[in-house]
């Protein structure tokens, strides 16, 4: 039965549950190969190179949460869903998480639609968010998106930023860090992935011991590196063009 009232592109569902099976099955593979069995890593879909009704058939394709990298997209789409889900059990059927930089002026209108926001990225973004869940009157969890290249171009902080970001929020109530997320240099070899992951996991379990406060989550993988992330840890990968092979949205 179809989670949304207007129908959609039946061929576009099965190109995409194909893609999404497939992943899921290297997902498994790659998660046994590191002797991680029984460990769930959850897979984002990330979702922002097509438009709402496609967006909608990667849900009906069997995609649980969704990855977009700009609020203002978030936006539009979280609304055709709300327009358009098929009243009933599953009328919400998705996760909405947002893995891009987020202006602080935006800060108020995405934090009512986002389960987790992956990429806090400054000092200043994770004070604008804890205010707000505050006047808002809602928690949010969060990931400190942290520099894992050194090379000026990526985003995410510093690791000695994203520590004191983390030390301020320890005991914060309604922005609840869970974890790390990093981006690998693009291009680079596995082995470079390998490492630049690892550190990321490193930083991890020294901060979760230095400041006594869990950070179960590592977000870090995508299309081209996913495994990569797998080997050294992952519990979350975000991947979009390896389930839109072959779609245009
Ligand atoms: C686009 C994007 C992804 C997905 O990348 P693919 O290579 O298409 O899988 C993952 N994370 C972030 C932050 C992105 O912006």
Redesign the pocket.
Known sequence: MSLFTPPLNRDMIGIIAGHYQQLMDEVREATRQAGREGQTVQV?A?S??VDAPTTACMAEAGCRIL?E?RPQQLWEKTAWFQTHAALGADRHPVQWHL??HLQRNKVRRTLPLVDLI??IDSPRLAKSIAQSLEELDLRCDGLLEVNITGEDAK?GMPPEVAREVLESLIGASRLRIVGL?G?AAQHASSETCRRQFASLRNYRDAWQQEFDHPLPEL?MG???D?TEGIAEGATM????????EGIRG
């Open positions: 984002v990330v922002k190179y990855g990298n893995i891009g992956h990429s985003t997320m981006m977000s995508m299309s081209g996913f990968i975000r991947v979009g063009s390896r389930l839109l």
